[in-house]
């Protein structure tokens, strides 16, 4: 099939490398002329396991090509709309201005029937605006709006497209049916189910999925409070909720809140579409709120485990993007973190394998160190931010006798107490005991 992706981001191009290596023929649209001119030299903007790799066979099977030209998307069968939809400043609504763009600008370049997927989060009615704006933009134009939401993790994202738990398209058409199948149909043999459904249920499936995770990942992380106050541990408590197979154990890792692109922005903007509606989301706007203060105290913690001062310590800080795999630093809780420990007196060094390019336009004033002993030469504390398999199993006794002080926070519980103790270390983890 011959497929058009509108936007080349984490999304945009993971889905065209997939769908190419799939066997169908894709072209890669991206306003963006860098990024365009980037992509046509074999660079990859961004950093996601397995996909330069992916990116250059398909390249070189002719199967995938990038253009800044919209115009290549008018013998597409299917065209994905795959720009991205940020928070509006100051409001938290999806701002939908990348895709009522991206869509008038294709609407002049449609010929013949066209599937138009929508792939980007966008708050439910979405598809019918975008209908609209390209029946406006080009009245003769002969085509159907779907929307077909993106379940994929940056980091896991070429496993998670080419085997995903499901895949999603909402329709309001029956001609939208049998394309949309057959871009998918390779993924039949992996058994992937397909479900068809209303295009306003799969909008809103999406963003429940969304904050379902969000939800599930801030109940641990309460959980992990109330295990630090009252004696328990949460990764006990944890695995014996999550091996319970109507709950999963799955996002049940406490930790220093969640992050990302997608999930902060997504909560905020669910929460606004249950207002719009008048049919609240309480429970989100709760997540929304706990989340947010989990930063803050996540900082206080690391305070308090330098003896209630971070003012002229330096602190080491060893990972800063959301998750490991990602060199993605939008709303990484480490932003806010250092930002709070930094307004405490404190200066930080950090290390990350691949968020450090994206993490010094965001943290000026960030020390990047060239490895995580780097980081951690003559810190008084360590933190431990985002679970990088290159930090699982440091050198301990090497660490300890880099650093000038004993501290070590580790926001992910990689680490044994009795491990860290042993080497002379006073170590804090979330929501474990200070013993056992
Ligand atoms: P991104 O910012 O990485 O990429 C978006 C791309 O679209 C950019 O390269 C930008 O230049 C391009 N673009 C913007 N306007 C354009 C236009 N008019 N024409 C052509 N190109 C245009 O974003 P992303 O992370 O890939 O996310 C895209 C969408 O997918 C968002 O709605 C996001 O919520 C959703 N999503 C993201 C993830 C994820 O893990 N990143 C997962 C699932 C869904």
Known sequence: MKIAIVGAGYVGLVTGACLADFGHEITCVDSDASRVAALQRGEIPIYE????????????????VFSGDLAVAADAEVVFLAVGTPSRRGDGHADL??????????????????????????????????????????????????????????GAAIEDFKRPDRVVVGLEDERGRAPMAEVYRPLYLNQAPILFTGRRSAELTKYASNAFLAMKVTFINEMADLCEAAGGNVQDVARGLGLDKRIGSKFLNAGPGYGGSCFPK???????IGEEFGAPMR??????????????????????????????KTIAMLGLTFKPNT??????????????????????????????????????DV???????????????LVLMTEWNAFR???????????RGDVIVDLRNIYRHEEMERHGFRYDSVGR????
């Open 49 to 64: 396991p397995g996909l330069k790799e992916l990116v250059a066979s398909n390249e070189a099977a002719g199967r995938l």
């Open 367 to 381: 020390a990047m160190a060239a490895g995580p002993y780097e980081a951690a030469a003559g810190a008084d504390a």
């Open 97 to 154: 201005t990348h895709v009522h763009a991206a869509a008038r600008a294709l609407a002049q370049h449609l010929s013949g029937f066209t599937v138009v997927a929508i792939k980007s989060t966008v708050p439910v009615g979405t598809g019918d605006a975008v209908a609209a704006i390209i029946a406006e933009a080009n009245p003769a134009a002969d085509f159907v709006v779907v929307s077909n939401p993106e379940f994929l993790r940056e």
């Open 283 to 312: 429970l989100v706007e709760t997540t929304v709120a706990i989340n947010e203060a989990r930063r803050g105290a996540m900082a206080d913690k690391i305070i308090a485990a330098c003896d209630g001062s971070v003012a002229g």
């Open 433 to 436: 005991p200070v013993a056992g």
């Open 327 to 364: 060199d993605d630093m939008r709303e990484a809780p480490s932003i806010a973190i250092i930002g709070a420990l930094q307004a405490a007196g404190a200066e930080i060094v950090a290390h990350d394998p691949e968020g450090m390019a994206a993490a010094q336009g965001l943290l000026p």
């Open 393 to 403: 199993s440091l050198d301990l006794a090497r660490l300890k006798a880099s650093m």
């Open 266 to 272: 997504d909560t905020q903007a669910l929460v606004r």
